[in-house]
């Protein structure tokens, strides 16, 4: 089967599903091709949170604002219930140098916008059961939320059909069709598909399918291991994080003598509690290239940490374990954008742990970018050729 | 499909998914039990699809062929264990 389309979108995930149903709403017709099926990857094996707190103050925390707004009203938008609840959240400050990374930090929010301060252990502990006794406080703010990926990536698929987009699933792709230079499509195990423009959204497997254009994408598989616990009556209060994230995340050189296996690990807190009951304990963030197993030494780690933050959790009962890989990159922004040199091929991929929360703004920033040759905002931070030499 | 007292059945007891969500899930693309599992939670729960990964393959298996099936992945653990069994443990364990 061969098929024409304006979009040929790479990935059914929460990004790609995303873009899908902007650009079909935009009314382009639109192809998305997905090689198993819905929130397979990353998007499937996430803590589910829209998480304002943990973005750079800058452009990363302003998109994360901006999603967030979409989501309040996305479910009656796309008419599919996707479970997005603004509980608020709170980052975990257990020494004098996270209390100064976070007062820091919350500080430079708030000049973007964020409702976000600095709160006592004993206010802390209103908000949240079974903390720590050693905690000097929390960050918190209310506008933090979560949402369920797969609903999420179910209503845009969904929504993007009824816009005409055409979803395929079990569509692998192999590579893209080439004329005179320039990509227009890609070739599938369902058939080709020619189209104007083709949307690479793989996440950490775009750098794969980039390589056969002899692009080398700055994306690098980073694995993020979760713990799933039996379903409980509310604990978890909002989400919460713990400060050592932050600090691991965007201050590296603090940790980087440490010679703990749990930062080696990259683990750091993240507590969120779904709408049937489980608890998801985070996260790991290894290189580990392309192994999605999930290991003895960081599921203890994970735990070790987790009942350090809150003892309350230890009675609970592990039901099963997760591992998503995160499409790294080195500033830790994503590449949404066209590719310099590579006519016809946009790229909207490495958006690390944040894939959720940005899912919503991406579409817009995308659909922007390639409808009307600009984004409603600027997003040259987000230039997937910044990293050119 | 819908009144038949057998579509009525729960195929995953955990989460409740009855016999005609799954054939719900499988109408609308679904092609293996991670697929089945995305659209209706079947599986997501305490027994982690002990019992209805065996029963959804078979539905899935009426539908395509079973070598054109994917097995769901199984993972740690291997029966509920609580947090405090791991975190007891010896640290090189």
């Not at chain 1, 290189?287 to 230890?314: C, Q, W």
Request: charged share 25%; net charge neutral; glycine share 10%.
């Amino acid at each position: 089967m061969s098929m024409t389309a304006d979009a040929a979108i790479i990935g059914g995930g929460v990004i790609g599903a995303s873009i899908a149903y902007r650009l079909a709403k935009a009314g382009k017709k639109v192809v998305l091709c997905e090689r198993y099926d819905f929130a397979a990857g990353a998007t499937g094996s996430c803590d589910q949170c829209v998480f304002l707190q943990s973005k750079n103050p800058g452009i990363h925390l302003k998109l994360a604002l901006d999603s967030s707004a979409i989501f309040q009203d996305l479910s009656k938008e796309l008419d599919y219930t996707i479970d997005y609840f603004k509980h608020g959240g709170m980052i975990t400050i257990e020494n004098e140098m996270e209390m100064a990374v976070m007062s820091d930090f919350a500080e430079k929010q708030k000049k973007i916008g964020l409702d976000v301060e600095i709160i006592s252990r004993a206010e802390a502990a209103k908000r949240q059961r079974g903390l720590a006794g050693h905690l000097l406080g929390c960050t918190y703010s209310p506008q933090d939320g979560h949402v369920n990926p797969f609903k999420l990536t179910l209503g845009f698929v969904k929504a993007a059909q009824k816009h005409g987009a055409l979803i395929l699933i079990d569509a692998e792709v192999f590579g893209f069709k080439l004329e005179s230079g320039r990509i227009k499509g890609i070739k599938t195990s369902k058939g080709d598909v020619e189209a104007g423009v083709t949307v690479l959204a793989a996440g950490a497997w775009s750098p794969v399918l980039a390589k056969t254009l002899d692009l080398a994408l700055p994306i690098k598989p980073r694995r993020g291991q979760i713990v799933i616990t039996e379903p409980v009556a509310p604990y978890v209060t909002g989400n919460l994080l713990s400060g050592q994230y932050i600090v691991a995340k965007y201050h590296p050189e603090i940790l980087a003598d440490s010679k703990s296996l749990a930062v080696r690990l990259g683990v750091g807190l993240s507590l969120t509690q779904t709408s049937k009951g489980d608890i998801l304990i985070g996260a790991t963030r290894e290189f580990a290239g392309y192994d999605l197993r999930n290991t003895r030494e960081a599921i203890r780690e994970i735990l070790k940490n987790a009942s350090r933050l809150v003892p309350g959790l230890e009675d609970l009962h592990v039901i099963r374990v997760m591992a998503g890989l995160r499409p790294y990159t080195p500033d830790g922004l994503p590449l949404v954008g066209f590719v310099k040199d590579r006519e016809g091929l946009f790229i909207a991929a490495g958006h690390e742990g944040d894939g959720i929360a940005l899912s919503a703004i991406t579409g817009v920033i995308a659909r922007g970018l390639i409808c009307d040759g600009k984004a409603y905002t600027d997003v040259s931070a987000l230039d997937p050729n910044r990293f050119d030499a | 499909m819908t009144g038949s007292p057998e579509n009525e059945i729960y195929i995953c007891r955990c989460e409740e998914v009855t016999r005609e969500e799954i054939l719900a899930a499988i109408a609308d693309g679904a092609t293996t039990v991670k697929g089945v599992k995305i659209r209706t939670e079947a599986g997501m729960g305490l027994c982690q699809g002990r019992t209805c990964r065996r029963l959804i393959s078979q539905m899935l298996a009426r539908t395509r062929p079973p070598s054109d099936i994917y097995p769901p992945t199984i993972r740690t653990p291997v029966r509920t264990a609580k947090i405090r069994e791991y975190t007891n443990g010896e640290d090189d364990l």
